[in-house]
């Protein structure tokens, strides 16, 4: 019988948010399905008024740790003192031989503005934190996005103070903000923590969501979307892929290989009530938009959308040209297409049962579908969303 020891990895991150429980996830599945890992976490927080910075380390010294996964304010001299491989999560300043978790924050930013767009604002903003350069990195591929699309972007820019500011006083200027802008507005936060910062101003000031303002996070915190009132809908990221390669890559640190960096990459925005809304100035277009979603579990046609509006297929076309840039047809699609999507990653239901959901008579027809407008199988996109599913 093996008595191989096994590693001994210490987890220095905030899992009181979804970013690093669900990259904690990966790291799980991946010692679950290929070597086993030991994870070390400090104490909780209730037990950790009575221990000093000095007993920490000591605690662990004593502990023989092979491996550290950190968030960049744990990365001090002392941590690189252990000798042992470390993996960083989103830090700015990436120090020498350390590989980082980074977030693919331009494709977030761009994701964020393209959702907005669909719902068709007539205004657009961006809400950030000013210094946190995965916030700003954010900001600037939405803002880049808009103005390719010839939209100009409102930024939250407040005054800098060497004081931080309250909580009160911060929700004083954002609602000082909001009340300076022109609506109805689609609005991007760089995060769920600001996205959750922007509904509550909303509802201290009074604008109704999304009627007036549209808010959308990022990172999918789900307790934290769910939380808001409407609930926030976020950009989803592929944490657990990430974790998982990083769990492999740590195995690899371990054994003495060269160190690279993990990109978490955005997958969809997973639609919630907050931007749960087509601003569109045709009451024809706005009407066929909202049958498409609602349908969007059956196999309808462009002539359903017809016959339940009771309008001209052409002069349909031309207004769904002349608004949106695209066709009913195309509209269909993408809102169909964006359903499977959510389906795949998401869930762990079968190919068949996902066909029966969206309406397919079979999953031979989903597969056409799919591969049709994405260039892949629905297996091959769940094995890129998760490495280890089968």
């Known amino acids: 019988m093996s008595t191989q020891r096994i590693p001994r990895i210490l987890i220095l991150v905030d899992t009181s948010r ?11 599945h991946y010692s679950q399905i290929h070597r086993p890992l030991m994870f070390v976490t400090p104490p909780p927080f209730y037990l950790r008024g009575s221990i000093e910075r000095r007993q920490f380390f000591s605690w662990i010294d004593r502990l023989t740790i092979d491996g550290v996964v950190l968030q960049g304010r744990f990365l001090s001299q002392r941590i690189r003192d252990l000798g042992v491989p470390i993996i960083a999560l989103d830090i700015e300043s990436q120090p020498e031989g350390i590989p980082c978790i980074l977030s693919d924050n331009g494709e977030i930013g761009r994701l964020g503005a393209e959702h907005l767009l669909d719902c068709a604002m007539s205004h657009y903003a961006f809400c950030g934190y000013n210094q946190l ?3 700003e990195a954010r900001c600037e591929s939405f803002c880049k996005t808009m103005e390719q699309r010839g939209h100009r972007v409102h930024l939250y820019r407040p005054a800098e103070s ?5 909580w009160t006083r911060e ?11 022109p609506r109805p507005l689609g609005l991007m936060a760089c995060n769920d923590d600001r996205g959750q910062h922007i ?4 509802k201290l000031a009074g604008y109704a969501i999304p009627e007036e303002i549209a808010v959308l996070g990022a990172d999918n915190d789900q307790l934290r979307c769910m939380m808001t009132t409407p609930p926030l809908s976020s950009i989803s990221m592929n944490l657990e892929k990430a974790g998982y390669q990083a769990a492999a890559l740590m195995t690899r640190l371990i054994e003495g290989k060269k160190p690279r960096d993990i990109i978490v990459e955005p997958t969809l925005v997973v639609r919630r009530e907050s931007t749960d809304i087509i601003a569109v100035d045709d009451p024809e277009v706005s009407s066929a938009l909202r049958f498409i979603r609602d349908h969007a579990g059956e196999m309808i046609q462009v002539n359903d959308v017809v016959g339940a509006l009771r309008v001209s297929r052409r002069s349909l076309y031309a207004k ?33 049962q996902i066909a029966k959901i969206m309406g397919f008579p079979g999953p ?9 407008e994405t260039g892949k199988t629905p297996s091959q996109y769940r094995k890129e969303m998760l490495p280890y599913a089968q």
Do not use: M
């Open 364 to 372: 031979d027809k989903l597969y056409c579908f799919f591969r049709r």
């Open 18 to 28: 979804e970013f690093a429980r669900g990259l904690l996830s990966g790291f799980a």
């Open 171 to 181: 929700y004083s200027l954002i609602i000082e903000w909001l009340d300076s802008l």
């Open 162 to 166: 060497k004081a931080p500011q309250s």
């Open 320 to 352: 769904f040209k002349a608004r949106l840039g695209r066709s009913v047809h195309d509209e269909i699609v993408r809102v169909r297409l964006g359903r499977l999507l959510t389906l795949l990653s998401d869930t762990n239901l079968q190919i068949s």
């Open 199 to 202: 509904l509550e101003a909303c």
């Open 133 to 135: 350069f995965w916030s």
